[in-house]
């Protein structure tokens, strides 16, 4: 194993996560050195509604761009190692001359026939016994489409990989995969913590194009020249196998099992880490595995909650930053003048998580006055955002302590990371909503920070995970009574809007493909 010798060495995480990707660079005491990041989007697949491909060379072009940034920034610093992060779920399959020639990114929802098919045959009942997730946007749908819809792609294929091994590959030219990202496929036994055969034959998928497994923190390759030509690094840097995003945070904050992390980026997770693959009898939430060895991780998912925020910061506060400061301070200066409960105004957003029929509503902002300007302005709509996902994190952090028999809400505290940890407001309205104190983490880019720890382990340093910052947000009784109103009447309006959506045939805010038949109120 190589060792760190230079003092002045870095180490940089490459996060390709469902909005945009980071590249980020940290010394060794853990301090952020530089960073670029780039947006993207995914386009639709054509003639496939709700199908969305990752567009490999716009993204390797895109990643490329960031990290030769960053490694601009750093003059004379050298990259010691790189650790890799990405969205889950999404995979790309490779033809035997290594070129991609199918991807997807995690919000991909062509292959709604193929799971339903799944699912009543009872493949989908068996691989979420097995692999801890339905069929809805996992890989085994996908594969069964491809079957249907192009074989010659999968007949073409001798590699496949999470979207994490496709960046990995791309600096290396190795295919390897690793737990934590590797158990998002649904194709793997999560107690083996490796690919399943079983579940391989069940949708006849060569088992060869599986690639080898490699704990979190392995050396996986070092950079080539044709990828040191792009991104600036130096050839024969160090790439070590870092894993899915959520874990990834997790172990950026040294989270263990106890407490209940909320993870909020893009989409937010509500987890709980178990030295056991606790699966869910209701299959309701999902089941993956952790970083560590021997670690699993059980979440519910607030679906696009961060992303409803950046919607609404592009389509209604274009001014936000005349203010000073981000977008985000200023729209939360505007949302804390409003009361709990936005006047009774409920954002109608992602939906408690369900695994087997997670239905949503069309997105909609119910009971606003059209005579009150100023008691339902920006503020208020930005508050019942912020609330809405409170909400939602509120059924998971229950189902949590359903299914972990109380072990999950004992400490009576919940620790919160990622991007929405970094606001004033958005941590209050979770301690009221949920009535555990909020504990925060100092590290908004955890996902990123948790890569960082595994590529300074492997060569020999070692950055220590990033603990509370000292914030503990503990409710008062009066707002917890307060909320504990205002999450009846949101869960009331949500499930009216959702039979609306079912009865009216609008657009919901998503239907993952292959979820049972709405079955009314829940």
Not at 32 to 55: I, L, Y
Not at 69 to 89: F, Y
Not at 338 to 360: E, K, Y
Not at 373 to 402: K, M, N, P, Q, W
């Amino acid at each position: 194993m190589a060792q760190v010798t230079a003092d002045d060495a870095v180490f940089l995480a490459i996060d390709a996560g469902t909005g945009s990707v980071r590249a980020i660079a940290f010394d060794q005491t853990g301090a952020v050195v530089a960073r670029a990041s780039r947006e993207w989007t995914h386009r639709p697949t054509p003639g496939h509604p709700g199908g969305a491909d990752f567009d490999t060379a716009g993204g390797w072009s895109l990643i490329s761009s960031a990290v030769r940034q960053v490694v601009g920034r750093l003059g004379n610093r050298q990259v010691a190692s790189i650790g890799v992060s990405s969205m889950r779920e999404g995979f790309v399959l490779y033809d035997e001359h290594g070129t991609e020639i199918f991807a997807c990114p995690n919000t991909d929802g062509r292959a709604r026939r193929q799971a339903e098919q799944l699912a009543e045959r009872g493949v989908a009942a068996r691989i979420y016994e097995l692999a801890g997730d339905w069929v809805s946007i996992t890989a085994p749908s996908r594969l069964l489409w491809l079957q249907q819809e192009r074989p010659d792609v999968l007949a073409a294929a001798r590699h496949l990989g999470m979207l994490s091994d496709w960046v990995v590959y791309r600096l290396t030219g190795e295919f390897t995969t690793d737990p934590s990202c590797g158990s998002s496929s649904a194709l793997f036994d999560l107690a083996a913590r490796g690919w399943s055969g079983e579940l391989a034959d069940a949708i006849e998928l060569p088992r060869g194009v599986l690639p080898e497994v490699l704990e979190c923190g392995a050396v996986a390759g070092a950079v080539t020249a044709e990828a040191a030509v792009a991104t600036g690094l130096p050839v024969g840097t160090p790439v070590v196998v870092g894993g899915a995003d959520t874990q990834l945070a997790l172990h950026g904050i040294g989270a263990r099992g106890g407490v209940p992390t909320i993870v909020a980026g893009t989409f937010w997770q509500t987890t709980f880490v178990s030295d056991e693959p606790l699966i869910d009898p209701g299959r309701r939430l999902r089941t993956l595995c952790g970083v560590a060895p021997g670690t699993w991780m059980i979440e519910g998912i607030n679906f696009l909650s961060g992303l409803s925020m950046r919607w609404f910061r592009d389509a209604f506060c274009p001014d936000a930053t005349s203010e000073g400061g981000s977008a985000y301070d200023a729209m939360e200066r505007w949302a804390s003048a409003a009361p709990r409960g936005s006047n009774g105004l409920v954002a109608v957003l992602s939906n408690i998580m369900q695994a087997d029929a997670w239905h949503h509503a069309a997105p909609a902002f119910v009971g606003f006055d059209i005579n009150s300007a100023e008691g339902f302005d920006r503020g208020t709509f930005v508050r019942a955002i912020e609330e809405a996902a409170a909400y939602v994190a509120r059924g998971h952090l229950s189902i949590l302590g359903e299914v972990t028999a109380g072990r999950a809400l004992a400490a009576g505290e919940v620790i919160l990371t990622g991007g929405s940890s970094a606001g004033a407001l958005w941590p209050q309205i979770i301690a009221e909503a949920t009535g555990l104190t909020v504990q925060t983490s100092m590290a908004p880019e955890a996902t990123a920070y948790g890569a960082v720890r595994l590529a300074a382990a492997a060569v020999g340093a070692a950055l220590a995970p990033v603990g509370a910052s000292g914030r503990a947000v503990v409710p008062s009784p009066e707002a917890v009574a307060e909320y504990d109103a205002a999450f009846e009447n949101w869960r009331a309006v949500y499930l009216a809007q959702l039979s609306a959506t079912q009865a009216s045939g609008i657009a919901p805010l998503f239907t993952p493909p292959g979820g049972l038949p709405y079955r009314g109120e829940s």
